[in-house]
């Protein structure tokens, strides 16, 4: 299962959406991978090491509303597929 994180600020660079993530997320991050970071419209993919559905609804929950860089960042749990959604 995975968690997408968008609304990532420009001025946030890759490494700094790790360490948020990993110290938001804790033992849940398994992998985190972050697209385009220092762009518009970066985003990051986290594969959640949670076994039932819920779970990565509950974490998406927590994350999203959460500032980073100045910009409040959108979360949602991801339960049928590895890839980020398209751009809207």
Do not use: W
Request: net charge negative; glycine share 8%; charged share 25%.
């Amino acid at each position: 299962m995975n968690l997408i994180v968008r609304n990532i600020a420009q001025s946030c660079s890759e490494q700094e959406v790790r360490d948020f993530l990993k110290h938001e997320l804790g033992h849940y991050a398994k992998n985190i991978e972050v697209v385009d970071a220092g762009k518009p419209g970066a985003y990051a993919t986290v594969e959640l090491d949670a076994e039932v559905p819920y779970v990565g609804e509950v974490i998406a929950r927590q994350i999203h509303g959460k500032q980073l860089g100045g910009q409040t960042l959108e979360a949602s749990a991801d339960l049928f597929t590895d890839e980020p959604p398209a751009p809207q």
